[in-house]
Nanobody
């Protein structure tokens, strides 16, 4: 079965950096576009970034553009989210997902999800 396992979350001060990782198994990884979403307490899960199967095309939410970078290593079945210049409003659970149909930006387009990793940014 498909498994997505996130790691790399933690507590960091504002202005700091974190790198999230997502290990995928049970799917032909290079054929799936991958995305990162986040969900803060009491809020909807929102799109953060996505990357095409080949890694050649990336998409970002406006709120993270210029600060976050999504990448992937198809040889290792891994997708990453490098987060720089973190802000307190980036505090959320971060989720890795594999897109199965539909627009990159919508959570309903993603059929497989990880359990998430918590990122907390202190001011």
């Amino acid at each position: 079965q498909v498994q997505l396992v996130e790691s790399g979350g933690g507590v960091v001060q504002a202005g700091g950096s974190l790198r999230l990782s997502c290990a995928a198994s049970g799917l032909t990884f290079s054929t799936y576009d991958m995305g990162w979403f986040r969900q803060a307490p009491g809020k909807e899960r929102e799109f953060v970034a996505a990357i095409s199967g080949s890694g050649g095309v990336t998409y970002y939410a406006e709120s993270v553009k210029g600060r976050f970078t999504i990448s992937r290593d198809n040889a290792k079945n891994m997708v990453y989210l490098q987060m720089n210049n973190l802000k307190p409003e980036d505090t959320a659970g971060y989720y890795c997902a594999a897109r199965t149909t539909g627009s990159y930006y919508y959570r309903n387009a993603y059929g497989y999800w990880g359990q998430g990793t918590q990122v907390t940014v202190s001011s």
